[in-house]
């Protein structure tokens, strides 16, 4: 193994307080019945488009991209700084550097907000490079997203790994043939993990894991 693609959201960071906040942000701005935060976990990962038709009971992608543009205005200035790093993670992205891993961010955050955020929590310079979509919604999907990856750094899939908290990660490894890892500290659940190699529990588990090899 020689490349390690990491998630950025629910693996290397918790976002909770600043995505809840940006979705409350979104309905309200829109006139929209509120959820219990807590049943809004769901939504820290997936794809906002996805998430906002499933908030508003709609199909339409102009509807749900008016969510997405509202939510980012609160997003851009105050919520993505409404995070925090996961214990363990900088000593973890820091052995396996000096071990000589490739690492990456692959984010279906855009990447202008994923490089912010790396560069404002100071974990950006373990990072080969980060990747995520762009602000038109391409690349937002996990298995498109690899792929680019894979063609751009010219790296071997097969010496490659993708971990993440959830289903989106494990499918896109596995689509291009990278070894799929999941993190249970994230917002994914047991039935998201059931085709990874390995789940690990903590940040840590992760470096344990790879420093063996």
């Known amino acids: 193994m020689k490349n390690i693609l990491f998630d950025l959201d629910g693996t290397i960071s918790d976002p909770q307080l600043g995505i809840i906040n940006c979705i409350v942000y979104a309905l309200e701005k829109l006139n ?4 219990e935060r807590n049943s809004m976990n769901k939504y820290i990962g997936p794809p906002l488009w996805e998430s906002f038709k499933e908030m508003l009971g709609t199909e339409s992608k102009e509807e749900a991209h008016e969510a997405v543009v509202i939510y980012r205005e609160r997003f851009s200035k105050i919520g993505m700084f409404e995070n925090t790093p996961y214990d363990g993670i900088f000593e973890t992205l820091d052995s396996l550097k000096k071990h000589g891993y490739q690492l990456f961010i ?6 202008v907000y994923a490089k912010q955020i790396a560069e ?4 950006d310079s373990y990072f080969n490079e980060i990747y995520g979509s762009n602000l038109n919604g391409s690349h937002v999907e996990k298995t498109e997203l690899i792929a680019h990856i894979i063609q751009t750094e010219k ?4 010496e490659s790994a993708m971990i993440g908290d959830r289903i989106y990660d494990i499918t896109g490894a596995i689509n291009n043939g990278l070894s799929p890892y999941g993190v249970s500290y994230g917002y994914g659940n047991q039935e998201e993990h ?11 588990d992760i470096s344990t894991f790879f420093l063996r090899k």
């Open 194 to 204: 059931k085709d990874a190699i390995t789940v690990f529990n903590t940040p840590k």
């Open 120 to 123: 404002h929590f100071k974990f």
């Open 155 to 158: 790296i071997n899939p097969y």
């Open 106 to 111: 692959c984010t279906s955050k855009p990447t």
């Open 32 to 35: 929209v019945d509120v959820p």
